[in-house]
């Protein structure tokens, strides 16, 4: 019973003060329709019908451009912060004003940790002048400027980055430069192992070259100590001394057929041997 007579006060407290503010706001017939015909009040209810239309249309409107504008958000996320390159706006200064998931991500960093901190902090110190040059000639030319680098991240090692800048000013007229940075140490490793093949290739064109040459000359030893041999008697000194002339030339002659297949990059064709007679010989 307590609780309805509460319930009760307090609404009969609100009608008191509605009525109050009612009268404070005047009669409710204001005075400019007072001594209208019907047609003419007929007429200003029309207008108000058509008012109150439009004011609905009006926040039709706005709720069709709030949907809008929360779409716009929604692919602003999936455009700016998800995409797959980092994105950095740096001051003139070179503090980071506002930086993508991505380019967090890649600095192994809070979002929020990355604002107003230098970006040279994350910049290997033997790559620091390639990075104020790269500045110092955006801001000089206004013309877009790339460089490679390496940057440092806190638990990671660092990683080869390209950054592709370009100049722009922020709200207030400052200059700011917006910065795309992708991750390129794949790229690094691959180019210097296609380096790598390439100077083995030039090494493997080299070699088969002089062991060419070098096996050419071989032969002519091997077959003018044959000659010799035929020649020479058994007993004769010389003789022994040409076999291992001739013997000689022959294992320089496999090491050379060796260096060709390198060359050639042919199969070799493995054969079982006696170790035993290798050591001796």
């Not at 509605?18 to 209810?45: D, F, H, N, W, Y």
């Not at 990683?159 to 794949?186: H, P, Y």
């Amino acid at each position: 019973m307590t609780d309805k007579r509460n319930q009760s006060d307090t609404a009969a407290e609100l009608r008191r003060q509605a009525e109050e503010r009612l009268q404070q706001e005047g009669p409710l017939v204001p005075e400019s329709l007072l001594g209208l015909s019907p047609e003419e009040i007929s007429q200003k209810l029309h207008d108000l019908r058509v008012h109150q239309i439009e004011l609905e249309m009006q926040n039709e409107e706005l709720r069709r451009t709030q949907e809008e504008l929360g779409d716009s958000q929604a692919r602003y996320f999936d455009l700016y912060d998800l995409a797959p390159v980092g994105y950095l706006t740096i001051s003139e200064t070179g503090l980071i004003l506002e930086t993508n998931l991505t380019a967090a991500t890649l600095l192994c960093k809070a979002r929020n940790e990355l604002i107003k901190w230098p970006v040279s902090n994350f910049i290997l110190k033997e790559d620091q002048d390639i990075y104020y040059r790269h500045r110092k000639q955006l801001f000089e030319t206004g013309e877009p400027q790339t460089c490679e680098l390496r940057m440092l991240r806190p638990v990671e090692p660092p990683f080869w980055a390209r950054l592709d800048a370009t100049a722009a000013q922020d709200k207030d007229g400052s200059l700011t430069c917006r910065v795309v940075m992708v991750d390129i140490t794949e790229n690094k490793m691959i180019a210097a192992q296609l380096h790598q093949a390439r100077k083995m290739e030039s090494l493997g064109t080299l070699t088969g070259g002089i062991a060419h040459d070098f096996n050419n000359l071989l032969y002519m030893i091997v077959g003018n100590t044959e000659l010799a041999l035929e020649d020479i008697p058994k007993w004769n000194p010389a003789y022994t001394s040409l076999e291992e002339i001739k013997s000689a030339s022959l294992r320089a002659a496999g090491i050379v057929k060796q260096l060709l297949n390198f060359s050639r990059k042919t199969d070799e064709k493995l054969i079982p041997i006696d170790a035993v007679t290798v050591i001796k010989d």
